[in-house]
């Protein structure tokens, strides 16, 4: 178990936070969703209370080493201010100018810093001026950030798959360290699913790519109970058994690796669930997101896709299938939605089971939503808030569920 905030002095120090405010914005700078924020204010309040001196530091965007105007974090630091009803110093243009350098030596007990953007400098991904790796430049970056303060809270989950200077590189140069609030009920949600699962373990992976979520599913097959596939994935799963798709989105070169997982689930007794009928159309815009005026628009009597028509949902058929898995389901990990959920038309499968799956949650089960559509899919079915947890990092979660080490957690020290 990483040391979590609860677990460290910060009574009365200078705390350095690596927060996630990669925020959107619009073309004049306004933020137009402050969620990212909001979600620091836990950790942020807790520091407040215990009279620390508070350092936050984030990126937002991809400014590749250059400082971008248009992407200084000013904003962010306004609107933090609204939310948390406190002043909150900015130093504009450097994260490590000496002026940065200066407020943050002043900056008094109860007081927040909030550091300029750190992509402006190449060396918080690791890279050098030229845009080469270069290891030295970044532990060099990690212990300047590191010198303004004396603590360290990673609360930034959606960057921990990052080895980065303010992820992974400064905590060796703090006498303490620890996950922030937010890291510590990420860990927890999707670490007590993979780790000590109620059983029946359900997996729902859906979206667009097998190819994206292969190492999900591996991963997931050594623990799961059963795995139900949706969205565009399943048709490289069911044309790997020979079944015709049609013209549904397929990733050919997957397809002897998708035969291979179905057999690895078979031989560890994984229930694989892939869909049984599909809502089909024969014209989808793509771009816009619509059903073009006259395209064709059917369900399937079976599995099989009629040439000319590709899958744009699971089916009627399918979905009470998966509705039972769902309802017996005491752990559910879902990463993906099971159709082109951003037509209404084609949301149904992914609205049913986000419906069941919160029911299910109701009933006692734990749910874990990880990812970017698919939490957006759970809102558009209304039930986010029945939702154990939706995970705050789309690739961390990934990374996370793939059984993989993330880098800013790994180097977090270890509870005593
Ligand atoms: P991902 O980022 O891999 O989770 O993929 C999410 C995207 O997959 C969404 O934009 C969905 O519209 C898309 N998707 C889901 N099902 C299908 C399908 N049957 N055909 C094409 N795209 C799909």
């Given at each position: 178990m990483k040391k979590t905030l609860k677990d460290i002095d910060v009574k009365?120090k200078?705390v350095l936070v690596r927060v996630d405010?990669?925020?959107?914005?619009?073309?004049?700078?306004?933020?137009?969703?402050?969620?990212?924020?909001?979600a620091t204010l836990p950790t942020i309040q807790y520091l407040l209370e215990q009279?620390a001196?508070i350092?936050?530091?984030?990126?937002?965007?991809?400014?590749?080493?250059?400082?971008?105007?248009?992407?200084?974090?000013?904003?962010?630091?306004?609107?933090?201010?609204?939310?948390?009803?406190?002043?909150?110093?900015?130093?504009?243009?450097?994260?490590?100018?000496?002026?940065?350098?200066?407020?943050?030596?002043?900056?008094?007990?109860?007081?927040?810093?909030?550091?300029?953007?750190?992509?402006?400098?190449?060396?918080?991904?690791?890279?050098?001026?030229?845009?080469?790796?270069?290891?030295?430049?970044?532990?060099?970056?990690?212990?300047?950030?590191?010198?303004?303060g004396e603590v360290f809270v990673q609360d930034a989950f959606?960057t921990v798959?990052?080895?980065?200077?303010?992820t992974a590189?400064i905590v060796?140069?703090v006498k303490d360290a620890a996950a922030g609030f937010l890291v510590e009920k990420e860990l927890k949600f999707l670490g007590e699913?993979?780790d000590?699962?109620?059983?029946?373990?359900?997996?729902?992976?859906?979206?667009?790519?097998?190819?994206?979520?292969?190492?999900?599913?591996?991963?997931?097959?050594?623990?799961?109970?059963?795995?139900?596939?949706?969205?565009?994935?399943?048709?490289?799963?069911?044309?790997?058994?020979?079944?015709?798709?049609?013209?549904?989105?397929?990733?050919?070169?997957?397809?002897?690796?998708?035969?291979?997982?179905?057999?690895?689930?078979?031989?560890?007794?994984?229930?694989?669930?892939?869909?049984?009928?599909?809502?089909?159309?024969?014209?989808?815009?793509?771009?816009?997101?619509?059903?073009?005026?006259?395209?064709?628009?059917?369900?399937?009597?079976?599995?099989?896709?009629?040439?000319?028509?590709?899958?744009?949902?699971?089916?009627?058929?399918?979905?009470?299938?998966?509705?039972?898995?769902?309802?017996?389901?005491?752990?559910?990990?879902?990463?993906?939605?099971?159709?082109?959920?951003?037509?209404?038309?084609?949301?149904?499968?992914?609205?049913?089971?986000?419906?069941?799956?919160?029911?299910?949650?109701?009933?006692?089960?734990?749910?874990?939503?990880?990812?970017?559509?698919?939490?957006?899919?759970?809102?558009?079915?209304?039930?986010?808030?029945?939702?154990?947890h939706?995970s705050t990092g789309?690739?961390a979660?990934?990374?996370f569920?793939?059984?993989?080490?993330l880098p800013g957690i790994a180097a977090l020290p270890e509870k005593k």
């Amino acid at each position: 178990m990483k040391k979590t905030l609860k677990d460290i002095d910060v009574k009365n120090k200078k705390v350095l936070v690596r927060v996630d405010y990669n925020v959107p914005l619009d073309a004049n700078q306004n933020i137009t969703n402050d969620k990212r924020i909001a979600a620091t204010l836990p950790t942020i309040q807790y520091l407040l209370e215990q009279d620390a001196a508070i350092i936050l530091m984030a990126h937002l965007g991809r400014p590749k080493g250059k400082a971008v105007p248009e992407m200084s974090l000013k904003p962010v630091a306004a609107r933090l201010s609204e939310l948390i009803g406190k002043p909150v110093k900015f130093v504009e243009g450097d994260c490590i100018s000496d002026q940065a350098k200066k407020t943050a030596a002043d900056l008094k007990s109860g007081e927040i810093l909030l550091l300029e953007n750190l992509r402006f400098y190449a060396a918080e991904e690791g890279k050098n001026a030229a845009g080469e790796k270069d290891k030295a430049a970044m532990d060099a970056f990690a212990k300047e950030l590191a010198s303004m303060g004396e603590v360290f809270v990673q609360d930034a989950f959606g960057t921990v798959h990052r080895a980065h200077a303010s992820t992974a590189g400064i905590v060796k140069h703090v006498k303490d360290a620890a996950a922030g609030f937010l890291v510590e009920k990420e860990l927890k949600f999707l670490g007590e699913a993979l780790d000590k699962p109620v059983r029946p373990f359900l997996a729902i992976l859906g979206g667009a790519k097998v190819s994206d979520k292969i190492n999900v599913i591996e991963n997931l097959l050594n623990k799961v109970d059963s795995i139900i596939i949706g969205g565009a994935m399943a048709y490289t799963f069911l044309k790997s058994q020979s079944v015709s798709i049609g013209a549904s989105l397929v990733e050919d070169d997957k397809l002897d690796l998708a035969a291979e997982l179905l057999k690895k689930a078979k031989e560890k007794g994984v229930e694989f669930l892939l869909p049984v009928d599909h809502v089909i159309a024969d014209k989808v815009d793509f771009a816009n997101k619509a059903v073009p005026a006259g395209a064709a628009v059917k369900v399937t009597v079976d599995e099989a896709i009629p040439e000319g028509f590709m899958g744009v949902d699971v089916g009627p058929e399918s979905i009470e299938r998966f509705a039972k898995a769902v309802k017996e389901a005491k752990t559910i990990v879902w990463n993906g939605p099971l159709g082109i959920f951003e037509i209404d038309q084609f949301s149904k499968g992914t609205v049913e089971i986000a419906k069941l799956a919160a029911q299910s949650t109701e009933q006692g089960a734990t749910s874990v939503v990880g990812g970017g559509d698919s939490v957006s899919a759970v809102k558009k079915a209304g039930v986010d808030k029945k939702i154990s947890h939706i995970s705050t990092g789309g690739g961390a979660s990934l990374e996370f569920l793939e059984g993989k080490e993330l880098p800013g957690i790994a180097a977090l020290p270890e509870k005593k």
